[in-house]
T-cell receptor, first 115, second 110 residues
């Protein structure tokens, strides 16, 4: 199993550009989430999904869109990048019905800089 | 009051020392508690769950105090490899969301 994979690992954008951060998991997990991590702020939930076709907003959803057309993929779209979106983005997944149901598995992160 | 509060540290301890971290939470409905470890520039990884009766995993002991609404992590015989940031995490209500503390940084030195 590859676990949770994210691409790209690093990205630099200009203000106003749009892009999509990719996230995929091969563990057949139902729940997937996107977090951003900023110094002194901890991990903050952006959007999450409890299954294909179902998404919901987290704590800091503004400026981001998500979709979940398959169980495996959960892309995060930045609509019009702003310097305030400079951060490290983590995708995560877990399954309430398997093994240790509350274990959250994280991808390696995407380091995004918006100039 | 913040949902979860952790002392950011850093805690600088010599190898072999015992060190303890606390994490307080405000939501009394919190159901499950965890400690995650995050190495510099890496993703968080589950260290251990925290059970009401307390639990050990080798040199690590986790405890939960529901009355005072805090969890703790005790590390005995610290190793250089224990240097990392330790995040407290709890699950409340809607099962799809976890709340993370900002982390406590531990630096173990020779």
């Amino acid at each position: 199993n590859a676990g949770v994979t994210q691409t790209p690992k690093f990205q630099v954008l200009k203000t106003g550009q749009s892009m999509t951060l990719q996230c995929a998991q091969d563990m057949n997990h139902e729940y997937m989430s996107w977090y951003r991590q900023d110094p002194g702020m901890g991990l903050r939930l952006i959007h999450y999904s409890v299954g294909a076709g179902i998404t919901d907003q987290g704590e800091v959803p503004n400026g981001y869109n998500v979709s979940r057309s398959t169980t495996e993929d959960f892309p995060l779209r930045l609509l019009s990048a702003a310097p305030s979106q400079t951060s490290v983005y983590f995708c995560a997944s877990r399954s309430p019905g398997q093994g240790n149901p509350d274990t959250q598995y994280f991808g390696p992160g995407t380091r995004l800089t918006v100039l | 009051r913040k949902e979860v509060e952790q002392d950011p540290g850093p805690f600088n301890v010599p190898e072999g020392a015992t060190v303890a971290f606390n994490c307080t939470y405000s939501n009394s409905a919190s159901q499950s508690f965890f400690w995650y470890r995050q190495d510099c520039r890496k993703e968080p990884k589950l260290l251990m769950s925290v059970y009401s009766s307390g639990n050990e995993d080798g040199r690590f002991t986790a405890q939960l105090n529901r009355a005072s609404q805090y969890i703790s992590l005790l590390i005995r015989d610290s190793k250089l490899s224990d240097s990392a940031t330790y995040l407290c995490v709890f699950l409340t209500g809607t099962a799809s969301k976890l709340t993370f503390g900002t982390g406590t940084r531990l630096q173990v030195t020779l």
